[in-house]
C-alpha cells in the first residue's frame, strides 16, 4: 500500500490485538484489523504528522508499545494513544550533539523485556571506527527513565536458545563418569 502522504513507508512493528503501527518518513500510522467498514479486512489511520523514524533499524515494538528515533530523537507509541518524545529537552538534545546526520538512519533499536528497557545503539561523532558503534541512548519504560550507556557494540540481534535442567521436563540428563 502506499500511502498519499508522510513519505516512505520505512518500517512497522506487530502490537497486539490485531494492531500494527507503520513507521513512515514523516508520519506515524495504526493498521487493525476487523470492525473495518464495508467490509474491509482492515483499516489505517494516521496517528502523527511531521514524525516518523530515520532508518528501518530504528524502531522496535513489544507488547502494545513500539519505539522509534526520529530526527528529533526517540519517542514512544502505545497502542490507544499518540505517539510522546522520550527525554524532550536535555536528553534528546544530548543525543542529537552525538551523532552526526549521516549516521543517524544507521541506529539500531534494541529491547531487553526483562529490564523493561528499550534503546537504541549509534555511532558518536568522536568515535574513532565506522563499525563499531560506542554509545547507546536507553529508556526504562516501567519507570520512565532515559539514561546513556557508553558502551562499544559491533553489532545487536536476537538470539534464543532452548533451556535444559538437570531435571527438566525433557527428562533427566545423565552422567556417565
Known amino acids: ?18 494492531a500494527a503501527v507503520l513507521f513512515q518518513d514523516n508520519a506515524v500510522r495504526l493498521m487493525q484489523f476487523g470492525g473495518a467498514p464495508g467490509g474491509a479486512l482492515y483499516r489505517i489511520s494516521k496517528v502523527a504528522d511531521e ?4 532508518g528501518p533499524r530504528s524502531m522496535i515494538g513489544f507488547n502494545g508499545k513500539a519505539w522509534g528515533m526520529s530526527p528529533r530523537g526517540p519517542y514512544e507509541f502505545v497502542l490507544g494513544g499518540q505517539p510522546r518524545p522520550i527525554g524532550e529537552g536535555k536528553f534528546a538534545d544530548w543525543f542529537l550533539k552525538q551523532i552526526s546526520t549521516e549516521d543517524l538512519k544507521k541506529v539500531q533499536a534494541f529491547l ?9 545503539r549509534f555511532r558518536s561523532v568522536n568515535a574513532s571506527s565506522q563499525t563499531i558503534f560506542d554509545d547507546c541512548v536507553c529508556y526504562n519504560y516501567e519507570i ?4 546513556t550507556l557508553n558502551v562499544s557494540t559491533a553489532l545487536i540481534t536476537q538470539i534464543a536458545t532452548a533451556g535444559y535442567t538437570v531435571d527438566g521436563p525433557y527428562g533427566n540428563i545423565l552422567v556417565d563418569d
Open 51 to 54: 514524525l516518523g523514524i530515520v
Open 1 to 18: 500500500k502506499t500511502f498519499e502522504d508522510g513519505g516512505a513507508l520505512v518500517g512497522g512493528a506487530d502490537l497486539q490485538n490485531g
Open 112 to 120: 531487553d523485556p526483562e529490564n523493561n528497557i528499550v534503546g537504541w
Open 144 to 147: 520512565g527513565e532515559p539514561f
